[in-house]
């Protein structure tokens, strides 16, 4: 889930009615279980003026939307009951509050029961929430290499350099400092929340004046036709392989460990198995992650965007259902199983499962357009790695360039 960046007016009242619910129940979050050192950051934005980087009341409401949306869609398949245990609800986010804070109000909207003594937060330091496996040279230099390609896209563009000369001359700063603070993240906070661009009066230090959406729109232009390139030249994806490789084999293992336990015959673990995880993160930590996952034509993140991935379980077909498929001269196209396990890849809301490179040569089955969890899989610990010619992690990270 990717976080808004944006600010939340402290003093302001609370303009929407899922604000007051979530704000004093935030109140009682010293009752909740917190990792080092997100104990110590505000569960709500605490300071008297707007600060950049944090969440503003559309940023919270838009989580705590997103929260109710699943808890509806997931509702009649009884993933969570009302009175759920510990283990089965796993939540991370990175240092940041406006990561926390996202992954707070998604919670509090999704959770059938909020209860903060059954809450453990878990911190990631890395925005590519790599854990214990993030040591990789090879994924640093694509990454490098990757930054000289951007470079070199920008410098080329004489209409995005004019666009930097006049609003660095308008807000009376020099063209390189604008240029390096990427006005881009700026302007689309404005812009979402309805607002006008930055003005600054005339004087000594600047001509004065408004930033445009004709400005917005060139350095927007841009940021596009960097994403054709980036697809075009393709080293962005062998980063995205790697950078992602621990966080998708963590989330690989924890499927695969549910689909196991859900075996005919197994006894059920006590208080449950985990089967919600939700990792709060930023635009750099979803953008690589759609990448990884094949779907090149995916949008950069906007606020508030999430991927989601399900678990689904064939259910068993009786031998009447069977004929009266027949009967109608209906054809199955499914080979599968009773009981197998499938996966299906939402990206806001969208069906992507098709477009991932793990499943678009999968034949989609007429009653359940999912795709066997196998295929993720062997993407994962084995395909995948041929994008960067290795067959394994280990030995892609620290395989010498050349």
């Known amino acids: 889930m990717f976080d808004p960046i944006l600010f939340f007016p402290f003093l302001r009242q609370p303009s929407h009615p899922l604000l007051n619910p979530f704000i ?23 300071h008297s003026v707007c600060e950049m980087g944090e969440l503003t009341q559309t940023g919270v409401v838009q989580h705590l939307r997103n929260g109710q949306l699943l808890h509806h869609a997931y509702k009649h398949h009884s993933l969570l009951p009302s009175d759920w245990s510990p283990r089965q609800v796993w939540m991370e986010s990175t240092g940041k509050s ?37 040591e990789c040279p090879a994924r640093n230099r694509y990454l490098e290499e990757e930054q000289r ?26 063209t390189r400092q604008l240029r390096a603070a990427n006005p881009i993240d700026s302007l689309l906070c404005h812009l979402c929340h309805s607002l006008s661009f930055p003005c600054v009066p005339s004087g000594d230090s600047g001509a004065g004046g408004c930033l445009t959406m004709a400005q917005f729109a060139v ?12 697809r075009r030249v393709g080293v962005y994806r062998k980063y995205a392989i790697l950078a992602m490789y621990p966080y998708l084999n963590r989330t690989a293992n924890k499927m695969e460990r549910v689909a196991k336990a859900t075996e005919a015959g197994r006894q059920p673990r006590l208080n ?54 027949a009967g109608k001269g209906e054809r199955s196209k499914s080979n599968s199983k009773d009981g197998e396990v499938f996966i299906r890849v939402l990206y806001n809301g969208e069906d992507v ?33 041929t994008i960067v010619n290795a067959t394994s992690y280990k030995e892609a990270c620290y395989k010498q360039s050349g």
């Open 24 to 46: 004093n129940h935030m109140d009682q979050g010293t009752r909740g279980h917190w990792e080092s050192p997100l104990g110590s950051i505000s569960r709500l934005p605490n």
């Open 98 to 134: 406006r990561t926390l804070q996202s992954g707070m109000a998604f919670l509090y909207g999704f959770l059938p029961d909020f209860d903060w003594t059954k809450v453990t937060v878990r911190h990631q330091w890395s925005t590519l929430f790599c854990g214990s496996a993030c």
């Open 149 to 174: 390609r951007q470079y070199r896209l920008r410098v080329a563009d004489s209409n995005l350099e004019r666009t930097y000369v006049e609003m660095a001359r308008t807000l009376g700063v020099l």
């Open 219 to 230: 350095i927007r232009q841009q940021q596009l036709d960097d994403e054709v390139d980036r």
């Open 272 to 325: 449950g198995e985990e089967v919600f995880t939700l990792s709060s993160g930023h635009d750099v930590t979803m953008a690589p992650l759609l990448s990884a996952l094949g779907l090149e034509e995916a949008k950069f993140p906007r606020f508030a965007a999430r991927i989601v991935f399900e678990m689904w379980k064939s259910l068993h077909t009786t031998q009447g259902q069977a004929k009266n498929r």
């Open 353 to 385: 499962t098709f477009h991932t490179a793990f499943c678009h040569s999968n034949e989609r089955h007429i009653s359940q357009p999912l795709c066997p969890l196998k295929n993720f899989l062997t993407f994962v610990r084995k395909d995948m790695f």
